[in-house]
T-cell receptor, first 114, second 112 residues
Framework: NAGVTQTPKFQVLKTGQSMTLQCAQDMNHEYMSWYRQDPGMGLRLIHYSVGAGITDQGEVPNGYNVSRSTTEDFPLRLLSAAPSQTSVYFC?????????????FGPGTRLTVL | AQSVAQPEDQVNVAEGNPLTVKCTYSVSGNPYLFWYVQYPNRGLQFLLKYITGDNLVKGSYGFEAEFNKSQTSFHLKKPSALVSDSALYFCAVRGNDYKLSFGAGTTVTVRA
């Protein structure tokens, strides 16, 4: 199993550019989520999905879009990048049966917006 | 709204000494509590969780955590710390919804 994979590992954007952060998992997990990690603020939930075709907003959804067309993939789109979106982004997945299960995290994408 | 507080930004201990990382939480309904560890330039790794039952939860790498409902706390402990335990530790809580809320993290440094 590759677990949770994320691409790219590093990205530099200019203000106003758009891009998609890719996330895939091969564990057949129903639940997938995106977080951003900023110094002194822990991880904050951006968007999450409990299955293909189902997504919902987390704590900090503005400026980001997601879709879930397959169980395996959960891409995060930045529509018009802003310097405030400079952060490390983590994708995570878990089973969604009989209560809360531990999440498996990808290695992260470090994004810089100039 | 649910929240997690980790009152210490940093914890420094000598190798072989006990390690405690503090966490308090606020949530509606029954709390589901987790501890994760992050090593430099890596994603988070699961250590342990509390859902129900025994207040002392044992997890990976010799870590354990004690759930205290009256104090709304879930402190992480290790009886004898190793230099390799040096990392960033996160406490997280989930209530009766799908969302996991993380604390700001505590940096643990274990000196040889």
């Amino acid at each position: 199993n590759a677990g949770v994979t994320q691409t790219p590992k590093f990205q530099v954007l200019k203000t106003g550019q758009s891009m998609t952060l890719q996330c895939a998992q091969d564990m057949n997990h129903e639940y997938m989520s995106w977080y951003r990690q900023d110094p002194g603020m822990g991880l904050r939930l951006i968007h999450y999905s409990v299955g293909a075709g189902i997504t919902d907003q987390g704590e900090v959804p503005n400026g980001y879009n997601v879709s879930r067309s397959t169980t395996e993939d959960f891409p995060l789109r930045l529509l018009s990048a802003a310097p405030s979106q400079t952060s490390v982004y983590f994708c995570a997945s878990s089973y969604w049966t009989a209560g809360p299960n531990e999440q498996f995290f990808g290695p992260g994408t470090r994004l810089t917006v100039l | 709204a649910q929240s997690v507080a980790q009152p210490e930004d940093q914890v420094n201990v000598a190798e072989g000494n006990p390690l405690t990382v503090k966490c308090t939480y606020s949530v509606s309904g029954n709390p589901y509590l987790f501890w994760y560890v992050q090593y430099p330039n890596r994603g988070l790794q699961f250590l342990l969780k509390y859902i129900t039952g025994d207040n002392l939860v044992k997890g990976s790498y010799g870590f354990e955590a004690e759930f205290n409902k009256s104090q709304t706390s879930f402190h992480l402990k290790k009886p004898s710390a190793l230099v390799s335990d040096s990392a960033l530790y996160f406490c997280a809580v989930r209530g009766n919804d799908y969302k996991l809320s993380f604390g700001a993290g505590t940096t643990v440094t274990v000196r040889a």
